[in-house]
C-alpha cells in the first residue's frame, strides 16, 4: 500500500494506491465547527443534493446514470467528530480494468455534479424535491422515539453535557424543520461549499498522476489554510455523585444508559490502553464482565454493552433491562468498575482483548472504507499507523488499565423506563 498526500494550498488530496480492492473509492470531507442551527438544514441539504441534480434533474435520472456507471454509488453522510459537522461525499466505482477506459472518471465527474450542480434555479433549490425531504425528514423526527435505544442514547447526552456539541442530536430537530425553504437552503449549500474545510481521499488500484489531474480537474475549495480549533471537546469534571434521571415510555423495555467521564489521558491511552480497557468493561460481545455478570450471571439485563468516545472524552454503557432491575444493574455496573480500578482482572482477559483489536486491524485492509478512515484518522488526529498500532496493543499492561480505570467515574444516569417489571 503506498500512500502520498499532495497539498493544493486551499485543500488536500490523499491517494492511496492498492491491488486490494476491484473498486476505487473517493471520499470528500467537508468539516465546520458544529452549530445547532446548521444540524438539520444540513441533513435535508444532503438529501437533496443526492436526490438530483441540475442535469439529472429527477431522482430516477440521477439513478439510471449510476447504473450506467457499472453501479457506481454516491453516498453523503452527516457526522459530528468532536466539535466538526463533517458532511462526507463517498461514491464506489469499479475499476476501468474490470469495465472500460474511462469509467472512473465519469463516475467521479457525477460525484462532481451532486456537490457542484444541484437542481437549483435563481438561488432557490427545486419546491418538489425539498418538500418531498422535509416530508421524509419529518416522519423520521416524529418516530425518533420509537428507536429507543438511540432516543435514551439521545437524552442521555442532552442531560449530561448540555452546552457542549456531544449534545447535539445529528439526526435532527423537528422544531428546525419547519423553518427550512427553497432560499435558505441554497444559502447554506453556499456556505458549506465555500467555507468548509476539505480534504479528498482516494483508494484503489490507481495511478497516482492520472488520479490527482481528475481531482484537481473536479473539485476546488476557496478555504485558504488557517489556524484551526482541535477535534477534541473541552473536558468537563465529572459530578461527585451520579444525577438519575427516569422518563416514561409506553414501550415494554426500558432502555438504560449511562455516561462517564474519562479525565486526559496521554496519547499512549487513548489509542491503546483505552480500547483494550472498553473491551474488558462491557465491548466485547458475550466476554465482557459488564455481559457475564449482569447478563449472564444475573439476569438482570437484555443485553448490555460499553462504548468509548475519546474525542468527547466519554464512555458509555447501554442496556435493555426491566424497570425493576434498574437500581440491581446500576450498582453492578458501578462494581465492575471498582474492581477493575482495584486490579481485579486476569491476564487472560487482557490477552483476550488484545487479540480482538489486532484481528480488527488486521481486517482493515481488506475493506476500502476502512482503509480510508485508518488514513483521516492519522492524519487529523496524528494517530499511528497499523504496523506501529499493533506493536503498541502489545505493550499494553495490567498496571496501565488499572491506572486508565482511575480515570473514568460515572457522571450521568439516563432511563427511558418501560411498562414491563
Not at 182 to 211: A, P, Q, R, W
Not at 396 to 401: E, L, N, W
Amino acid at each position: 500500500m503506498e500512500y502520498k498526500k499532495i497539498d493544493k494550498g486551499s485543500y488536500n488530496i490523499h491517494l492511496i494506491k492498492t491491488d486490494n480492492f476491484k473498486e476505487v473509492v473517493v471520499k470528500i470531507y467537508l468539516k465546520k465547527p458544529i452549530k445547532r442551527e446548521d444540524i438539520t438544514m444540513r441533513n435535508i441539504l444532503t438529501d437533496v443534493l443526492t436526490y438530483s441534480t441540475k442535469t439529472y434533474n429527477t431522482n430516477k435520472l440521477l439513478n439510471i446514470r449510476e447504473q450506467e456507471l457499472y453501479a457506481s454509488n454516491i453516498t453523503v453522510n452527516n457526522y459530528r467528530f468532536g466539535n466538526y459537522l463533517t458532511t462526507v461525499f463517498s461514491i464506489d466505482i469499479l475499476n476501468d480494468k474490470y469495465t472500460e477506459k474511462g469509467n472512473a472518471k465519469e463516475a467521479i465527474e457525477l460525484l462532481s455534479e451532486v456537490m457542484y450542480n444541484p437542481d437549483v434555479e435563481s438561488r432557490r433549490f427545486n419546491p418538489k424535491v425539498v418538500n418531498i425531504i422535509k416530508k421524509d425528514n419529518k416522519e423520521y423526527l416524529e418516530r425518533l422515539k420509537e428507536n429507543t435505544s438511540l432516543f435514551s442514547a439521545i437524552r442521555l447526552s442532552e442531560e449530561m453535557d448540555k452546552k457542549r456539541p456531544s449534545s447535539l442530536r445529528m439526526c435532527g430537530y423537528l422544531e428546525d424543520l419547519k423553518d427550512i425553504n427553497v432560499t435558505n437552503l441554497y444559502k447554506h449549500y453556499k456556505d458549506m461549499i465555500d467555507n468548509s474545510m476539505m480534504d479528498v481521499y482516494v483508494v484503489g488500484d490507481i495511478n497516482f498522476l492520472e488520479m490527482e489531474k481528475i481531482i484537481t480537474t473536479n473539485f476546488s475549495s476557496k478555504v485558504l489554510k488557517k489556524k484551526r480549533i482541535g477535534f477534541y471537546l473541552e473536558e468537563k469534571k465529572a459530578l461527585r455523585k451520579p444525577l438519575i434521571i427516569t422518563e416514561k415510555d409506553d414501550h415494554n423495555q426500558s432502555k438504560l444508559t449511562i455516561g462517564c467521564r474519562i479525565k486526559k489521558l496521554t496519547k499512549f491511552e487513548e489509542q491503546y490502553v483505552l480500547p483494550v480497557y472498553n473491551l474488558i468493561l462491557g465491548g466485547s460481545t458475550g466476554d465482557s464482565k459488564l455481559f457475564k455478570i449482569i447478563r449472564e450471571k444475573y439476569s438482570y439485563a437484555y443485553y448490555i454493552y460499553s462504548s468509548s468516545y475519546k474525542l468527547d472524552h466519554t464512555l458509555l454503557i447501554r442496556a435493555g433491562i426491566s424497570k425493576e432491575n434498574l437500581k440491581n444493574v446500576i450498582r453492578l455496573v458501578d462494581d465492575i468498575m471498582i474492581e477493575i480500578k482495584r486490579g481485579h482482572l486476569t491476564e487472560k482477559d487482557i490477552k483476550k482483548s488484545k487479540a480482538i483489536l489486532l484481528s480488527n486491524m488486521n481486517t482493515v485492509e481488506e475493506n476500502p472504507y476502512n482503509v480510508i478512515n485508518m488514513y483521516y484518522s492519522i492524519d487529523t488526529l496524528g494517530e499511528d499507523d497499523i504496523k506501529t498500532a499493533k506493536k503498541m496493543i502489545k505493550k499494553v499492561t495490567k498496571r496501565d488499565i488499572i491506572a486508565l480505570a482511575k480515570k473514568i467515574k460515572m457522571d450521568t444516569i439516563y432511563c427511558l423506563e418501560g411498562d414491563v417489571s
